[in-house]
């Protein structure tokens, strides 16, 4: 039966974690009542401090920071998907009441909750199909069943197919270039003050170079971001943006930088002029650091929908785009826009935006959306 299985596997893997951090606070709670009883009775000097030393082992095998890590992950995916994920599975609930029976309508209105849901036309179009050739071949007749059949073909499309590398390719033999586009707006500079907080707290040396020249406050809110994720910072108002990026990648080697976070200008519409602007930052970049860019990061804004899937394709056509970034998915109802980007796009997702906060980034990673998504929809 499809990947229905691993479906119900990743479902009771990410409540088990729920429930053990549950566990995990609850005996704390525990101990530390018991510890303010006994502190009360002074008499029991020393049954309180063997006590203390086993509790305190207890603590100890108990606070598993992976499940903690884990944990404060499904949080984020959780309360960032928190609008997608009320509206879609409210529609299919009520899709579900309307409709005991699986039905012509029912596919009808199926069809039109995914397309809203952003997933994309012709991924909907594909999903409808396999989803009527299953409920046909499984004999499935109640609506109620059919959730968890929605939940795992729409795993099988992300899932199926080749598979896109999510991770970051790391430069060994000096700082890793990681080049971040993409229009207005979307995020990019946020992004990359993100990323900085992400890496520096990994312990690497963190650099950003201003590339984004031409708007007025660009250099500067770049510059905020690094004094605050405490990153060094290059960059020159009014200048010609490969000039800068020259002049930031030989501090950047100088300084023994680990990675180098470039930010550009979103605002060249126009595809040749934004072809061979990109075209000539690309040949400084590798004429300073050969390899590098090691990474281009499409930045696209999830609330803009179908708008971001044609924002993609664009920059494929002008660019070696390595991976995407969705941001904003806290600020929409059609998260479903992850799906259609794989199918439509196929350029692989590295990671979302799931706030405004230089925390409010994560590596992106499927299961944790899909739970994110759909975790009251199923047992
Ligand atoms: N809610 C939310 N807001 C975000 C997220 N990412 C970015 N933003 C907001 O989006 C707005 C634009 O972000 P920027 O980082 O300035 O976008 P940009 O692409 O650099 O914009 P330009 O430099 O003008 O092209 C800011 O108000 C950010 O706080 C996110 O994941 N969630
Ligand atoms: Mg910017």
């Given at each position: 039966m499809g990947l229905f299985n691993n479906i119900k596997k990743i479902f009771s893997k990410k409540k088990e974690i729920e429930e053990k951090e549950i566990n995990l606070l609850e005996k704390k709670d525990e101990i530390q009542d018991e510890k303010e009883i006994l502190n009360e009775?002074?008499?029991?000097d020393n049954v309180i401090k063997n006590n203390e030393d086993s509790k305190q082992e207890d603590i100890n095998n108990l606070s598993n920071e992976d499940i903690i890590e884990e944990k404060e992950i499904i949080e984020k995916y959780d309360k960032g998907l928190e609008k997608s994920r009320k509206e879609f599975v409210s529609n299919l609930s009520l899709l579900g009441i309307k409709y005991k029976k699986v039905s012509e309508e029912y596919f009808d209105e199926l069809e039109q909750t995914l397309i809203m849901a952003d997933i994309g036309v012709n991924t909907v179009f594909k999903f409808m199909d396999e989803l009527r050739s299953r409920v046909k071949k499984e004999n499935i007749t109640d609506t109620a069943y059919l959730n968890e059949v929605i939940v795992d073909e729409l795993f099988i499309i992300y899932v199926n197919g080749e598979s896109l590398s999510d991770k970051i390719a790391i430069n060994d033999n000096g700082p890793t270039v990681i080049l971040m586009v993409g229009v207005n707006g979307v995020g990019k500079t946020t992004t990359i003050a993100k990323l900085a907080h992400k890496y520096k707290s990994q312990g690497k040396k963190v650099m950003m170079i201003a590339?984004?020249?031409?708007?007025?406050g660009a250099v500067e809110q770049l510059k905020i971001w690094a004094d605050r994720t405490n990153s060094i910072f290059y960059g020159k108002e009014n200048s010609d943006p490969a000039g800068v990026i020259y002049d930031g990648l030989e501090q950047a080697i100088d300084q023994k930088a680990d990675i180098v976070l470039i930010d550009t200008a979103g605002?060249?519409?126009?595809k040749v002029n934004l072809m061979n602007e990109l075209e000539k930052v690309n040949k400084v970049i590798a004429k300073i650091i050969?390899?590098?860019?090691h990474e281009t990061l499409l930045i696209i804004d999830a609330s803009t929908g179908q708008n971001g899937i044609l924002q993609a394709k664009a920059f494929k056509e002008i660019t070696n785009i390595t991976g995407l970034v969705l941001t904003k998915m806290d600020g929409t109802?059609?998260?479903g826009i992850v799906l259609a980007i794989k199918e439509e796009?196929?350029?692989?997702?590295k990671f979302i935006g799931?706030?405004?906060?230089?925390?409010?980034?994560?590596?992106?990673d499927i299961e944790n959306y899909i739970y994110g998504l759909f975790k009251d929809l199923i047992d």
């Open positions: 009775d002074q008499k029991v590339g984004d020249t031409f708007r007025a605002r060249l519409q126009n050969p390899g590098a860019p109802a059609k998260g796009v196929g350029l692989p997702v799931l706030g405004e906060k230089m925390e409010d980034l994560e590596v992106f």
